[in-house]
């Protein structure tokens, strides 16, 4: 565990309006740089997606060869990816693809008119080798959609609705097959308000932690996102008010039981689920809170993890212009958004402030001596060293200089971090300023020879693409047996860290 140093950094007044208000910091808040301190690990290409640029509505987004968002196993021990184009694809031992699903022909509406849209996430019931169901998340269009939301943000209507985020049950009736065929259903319809698919759903999973018995076995969790209300396009974009309620499911980790309360008998939630009984907000007393919240206050929180050896659940959660964070997330906890960024207070709070701005916490809650009523991150970079937090696992696999890291990356920039896990926990004491340090980890690729070249996540990119590129968009995916993948929405690369 490390105790930051109270920070030295530059400040300057607000307007006169703001009177005794606290100094806005108008340099790096955080000045400590993540560098490189001896971490290795070679990176191996698997598999190439096929092109998909090019293939869908003329209103996409152009950028991105295919769009991979996620790899995941299967309970059967089948391995699955996704090109959020559209297309979920089986991986076989071989590395050789076959198309699984064409969700672009079975769902008409989508939307994938930007790179974080589509078919964006899916998981597989525990025992989909069973009852072959599985699980998606995706966005639609609401024009001429003859589709209805389950919920609308608080203060908007219908006619308001430009897009849906949409959670699906899929039915196979052989489990077993190698091209999906059966039915689905829908769990959830949310109404997207503002004018572009920012920050959409962007996860839907399982705890792979949790066994038969387990209060959280079969449990199906969702992102925490704030539909766009941040910094989304349009009229209805920053509006600090539709975050922090508990009567919405704006920038909610919502847990459900996917199951219909037809089948389950318990409590209805938004849509056709079940509400879990021992989610906090499910049994408050307090009927004007949504009984699906797990936890809340989150920005853009698109992505989820669990820690094999104590079920820690990890969520990575993107900040706006300065901080990007790892928190651990516990039942019925405010992580803060809008009121915080990283253990910093938010702009949008101070009379004259703005949302990019950063302001000093009150010294006595940034010494814990006084609890706010948030949680706070247990790890944290500015954008310094990155634009965009990805999402990350504790490693427990094979590679031994990785073992026992929490092991993420950056969206934009490619580059590979970790933070040890250990320290990270201890990090969760109640103190703002209490987090585990980062170091970034250096990729390399084994020549022919056997000689290792250090090589960026973004160079690989680029070299496969064969021209340069802005942003990598990488994302992280765990094996079965705990092994990461790194994978790309630029290049539809799969490619595998490996001992």
Request: charged share 25%.
């Amino acid at each position: 565990m490390r105790i930051l140093a109270p920070l030295v950094i530059a400040v300057s007044a607000l307007p006169a309006a703001a009177g005794a208000a606290p100094l806005q910091i108008t340099e790096n808040p955080l000045p400590e740089p993540v560098e490189l301190r001896g971490l290795r690990a070679e990176v191996r290409q698997l598999a190439r997606l096929p092109e998909t640029q090019g293939r869908l509505p003329e209103d996409q987004d152009a950028a991105g060869f295919a769009r991979v968002s996620f790899v995941r196993d299967a309970p059967d021990g089948r391995r699955f990816v996704n090109d959020s184009r559209g297309f979920l694809y089986l991986l076989d031992a071989d590395n050789q693809l076959t198309l699984y699903l064409d969700f672009a022909e079975a769902l008409p509406f989508t939307a994938y008119n930007r790179v974080e849209s589509g078919f964006i996430g899916f998981d597989f019931h525990p025992e989909f080798a069973e009852n072959g169901l599985f699980y998606t998340v995706h966005c639609e269009y609401a024009a001429d959609n003859p589709a209805r939301p389950d919920f609308i943000p608080p203060g908007f209507a219908p006619d308001d609705v430009v897009y849906y985020n949409v959670i699906t049950e899929w039915r196979a009736a052989s489990p077993e097959s190698a091209a999906f065929e059966g039915a689905r259903r829908e769990l959830l319809r949310v109404g997207q308000v503002v004018d572009s698919l920012t920050h959409p759903f962007g996860y839907v999973g399982f705890n792979p932690t949790a066994a038969p018995g387990d209060a959280d076995y079969g449990l199906l969790y969702t992102s925490g996102s704030d539909i766009g209300f941040s910094n989304g396009a349009g009229p209805n974009s920053r509006r600090p008010e539709q975050l922090q309620r508990l009567d919405s499911v704006v920038g909610a980790i919502l847990r459900i039981d996917p199951r219909s309360p037809s089948e389950s008998g318990g409590q209805k939630g938004l849509g056709d689920y079940t509400i879990p009984s021992d989610n906090r907000f499910a049994s408050d007393g307090d009927p004007d809170t949504l009984g699906e919240i797990y936890a809340h206050g989150f920005r853009n929180a698109h992505r989820l993890s669990w820690d094999a050896e104590d079920g820690t659940l990890f969520a990575t959660d993107i900040g706006m212009n300065h901080i990007e964070e790892v928190n651990i997330v516990r039942n019925g906890e405010n992580y803060g958004w809008m009121q915080r960024e990283g253990h910093f207070d938010n702009g949008i709070n101070f009379p004259g402030g703005e949302l990019d701005q950063l302001y000093p916490l009150p010294p006595d809650v940034l010494t814990g001596e006084t609890e706010d009523g948030f949680t706070y991150p247990v790890a944290i970079y500015d954008h310094d060293e990155g634009r965009a937090i990805t999402g990350g696992f504790a490693y427990r696999g094979a590679i031994e200089a990785l073992r026992g890291k929490f092991v993420f990356g950056d969206v934009r920039m490619g580059r590979v971090f970790a933070a040890d896990l250990a320290a990270m926990k201890a990090a969760d004491d109640g103190v703002p300023t209490t987090v585990a340090p980062i170091e970034e980890v250096q990729l390399f690729v084994r020549e022919a020879d056997g000689r290792e070249r250090d090589v960026t996540f973004m160079e690989l990119v680029e070299a496969t693409n064969g021209a340069p590129v802005e942003r990598t968009d990488l994302h992280i995916s765990r094996s079965r047996d705990g092994e990461l993948f790194l994978t790309s929405r630029q290049d539809g690369t799969v490619r595998m860290l490996v001992p």
